[in-house]
C-alpha cells in the first residue's frame, strides 16, 4: 500500500497545478525547484499514476492529477479547520501565525503594525513571507498562510477582507527635471520623457499600462528593473522618471538625489486588505491579529518624507 503523501508534496501539486511549473511551485513553497521535482516524481512513482502533463501553457494535471488535485485541496482546508480547533484549547492567545504579504505592505506600515500587536501578546509567534499580491490571495485560500495583506485589486476570491492601510502612486525624478518643481503631476505629463519600470507584468505595471491605452499611449520604458531601490538609483543617476507608491519609496528617496511628487490620478491610490479564511479555519490567534491590523487602518499611513499628498 502507498505511503500517504504528506501536507508539504500536497501543497507543492496544488501549486504547480495553479502556476503552471514546478519552478513557480517550488518559489511558493520556498524549495528548490530540484527539491519540488523528487518530490512529486515520487508521488508520482507511489500512487503508481501520471499526475503532471506538459502542454501548451505549462504543465497541467493529468486526468487523474485533477481528481487529486480535488482531494488535495479538500485535505488541506481539513488540516487548516484542525489546527485552527486544537489552537483554541488552552487559556490565553498563543500559537504560531504566518502572514503572506506584498511587497509594499512590508515595505511600508505592516512591520510596525505587528511588532504593536506583539508586545500586547508575547506568547503568540509571527512570521512574515513575502509575495506578489496574487500569490497572497492563494496562499490564505490553501491554507498556506493564516493571514495575507493585499493590494484589494486581486480580489478576495471568496476569502474574508478587511479594510486595512493605503498607499499613493508618485513621481520620482531627479531635482533637475521638467517636472520636478510641480506640486503634482499627472500621468499624461510623464510621457514622452524616459522612463524606468519596476517588476514589469505586476500589477502596478499592468495597472499603468492599462491607463496609458485610455489614453491612447503605449509606455515604452528606458530599463526595466525589479526593485524600488535600484529605481531609485537609477533615477538618480539622471536616466529618467519612475512610477511608485509613494509610503514604500519615502525612504530610499530621502537618502538620494531625487524628487518624488504625488500623482495627480483618481486611480493612484492603492488600498490594501488584511484577508483570512472563514472563522472556523481561523486560529484565534490569527483572528486577534487580523482584527488588529484592520483597526490600525483608522490611524492612516505613516508620514513621508519628500512627499505631500494633497
Same mark, same amino acid.
Given at each position: 500500500?502507498?505511503?500517504?503523501?504528506?501536507?508539504?508534496?500536497?501543497?507543492? $501539486?496544488v501549486?504547480?497545478?495553479?502556476?503552471?511549473? *514546478?519552478?513557480?511551485?517550488?518559489?511558493?513553497?520556498s524549495?528548490?525547484?530540484?527539491?519540488?521535482?523528487?518530490?512529486i516524481?515520487?508521488?508520482?512513482?507511489?500512487?503508481?499514476?501520471?499526475?503532471?502533463?506538459?502542454?501548451?501553457?505549462?504543465?497541467?494535471?493529468?486526468?487523474?492529477?485533477?481528481?487529486?488535485?480535488?482531494?488535495?485541496?479538500?485535505?488541506?482546508?481539513?488540516?487548516?479547520?484542525?489546527?485552527?480547533?486544537?489552537?483554541? $484549547?488552552?487559556?490565553?492567545?498563543?500559537?504560531?501565525?504566518?502572514?503572506?504579504?506584498?511587497?509594499?505592505?512590508?515595505?511600508?506600515? *505592516?512591520?510596525?503594525?505587528?511588532?504593536?500587536?506583539?508586545?500586547?501578546?508575547?506568547?503568540?509567534r509571527?512570521?512574515?513571507?513575502?509575495?506578489?499580491?496574487?500569490?497572497?490571495?492563494a496562499?490564505?485560500?490553501?491554507?498556506?498562510?493564516?493571514?495575507?495583506?493585499?493590494?484589494?485589486?486581486?480580489?478576495?476570491?471568496?476569502?474574508?477582507?478587511?479594510?486595512?492601510?493605503?498607499?499613493?502612486?508618485?513621481?520620482?525624478?531627479?531635482?533637475?527635471?521638467?517636472?520636478?518643481?510641480?506640486?503634482?503631476?499627472?500621468?499624461?505629463?510623464?510621457?514622452?520623457?524616459?522612463?524606468?519600470?519596476?517588476?514589469?507584468?505586476?500589477?502596478?505595471?499592468?495597472?499603468?499600462?492599462?491607463?496609458?491605452?485610455?489614453?491612447?499611449?503605449?509606455?515604452?520604458?528606458?530599463?526595466?528593473?525589479?526593485?524600488?531601490?535600484?529605481?531609485?538609483?537609477?533615477?538618480?543617476?539622471?536616466?529618467?522618471?519612475?512610477?511608485?507608491?509613494?509610503?514604500?519609496?519615502a525612504?530610499?528617496?530621502?537618502?538620494?538625489?531625487?524628487?518624488?511628487?504625488?500623482?495627480?490620478?483618481?486611480?493612484?491610490?492603492?488600498? $490594501?486588505?488584511?484577508?483570512?479564511?472563514?472563522?472556523?479555519?481561523?486560529?484565534?490567534?490569527?483572528? *486577534?491579529?487580523?482584527?488588529?491590523?484592520?483597526?490600525?487602518?483608522?490611524?492612516?499611513?505613516?508620514?513621508?518624507?519628500?512627499?505631500? *499628498?494633497?
Amino acid at each position: 500500500m502507498p505511503r500517504d503523501p504528506d501536507p508539504l508534496t500536497l501543497r507543492l $501539486f496544488v501549486a504547480a497545478c495553479e502556476t503552471g511549473s *514546478l519552478a513557480g511551485a517550488a518559489t511558493r513553497e520556498s524549495m528548490v525547484p530540484s527539491a519540488a521535482s523528487k518530490r512529486i516524481a515520487a508521488l508520482e512513482a507511489r500512487l503508481g499514476l501520471p499526475l503532471l502533463a506538459r502542454g501548451r501553457r505549462g504543465i497541467e494535471p493529468t486526468a487523474a492529477g485533477e481528481a487529486l488535485l480535488r482531494q488535495a485541496r479538500e485535505v488541506l482546508g481539513a488540516l487548516g479547520r484542525l489546527h485552527a480547533e486544537l489552537d483554541g $484549547f488552552g487559556g490565553g492567545v498563543q500559537g504560531s501565525v504566518r502572514i503572506a504579504a506584498s511587497v509594499s505592505a512590508l515595505a511600508e506600515d *505592516l512591520p510596525d503594525d505587528v511588532a504593536a500587536f506583539l508586545e500586547r501578546h508575547p506568547s503568540v509567534r509571527v512570521s512574515l513571507d513575502e509575495r506578489p499580491s496574487e500569490r497572497v490571495v492563494a496562499e490564505v485560500a490553501l491554507g498556506g498562510a493564516d493571514v495575507g495583506v493585499a493590494w484589494d485589486a486581486v480580489g478576495a476570491r471568496g476569502l474574508r477582507a478587511r479594510p486595512y492601510r493605503s498607499d499613493h502612486l508618485c513621481v520620482v525624478t531627479p531635482p533637475d527635471h521638467p517636472l520636478a518643481s510641480a506640486r503634482s503631476i499627472r500621468f499624461a505629463d510623464t510621457f514622452g520623457h524616459p522612463s524606468v519600470s519596476v517588476a514589469p507584468g505586476g500589477l502596478v505595471d499592468m495597472l499603468m499600462q492599462r491607463q496609458a491605452a485610455l489614453l491612447g499611449h503605449v509606455l515604452a520604458h528606458r530599463m526595466l528593473v525589479s526593485s524600488l531601490d535600484a529605481a531609485v538609483r537609477i533615477v538618480a543617476a539622471g536616466l529618467g522618471l519612475v512610477i511608485l507608491p509613494g509610503e514604500a519609496a519615502a525612504v530610499q528617496v530621502a537618502a538620494s538625489r531625487t524628487v518624488m511628487r504625488p500623482l495627480d490620478e483618481p486611480w493612484a491610490e492603492r488600498r $490594501f486588505v488584511v484577508l483570512t479564511r472563514d472563522e472556523a479555519a481561523t486560529p484565534p490567534a490569527a483572528r *486577534l491579529l487580523a482584527e488588529h491590523l484592520g483597526r490600525a487602518a483608522v490611524a492612516g499611513p505613516r508620514a513621508t518624507q519628500n512627499i505631500s *499628498l494633497r
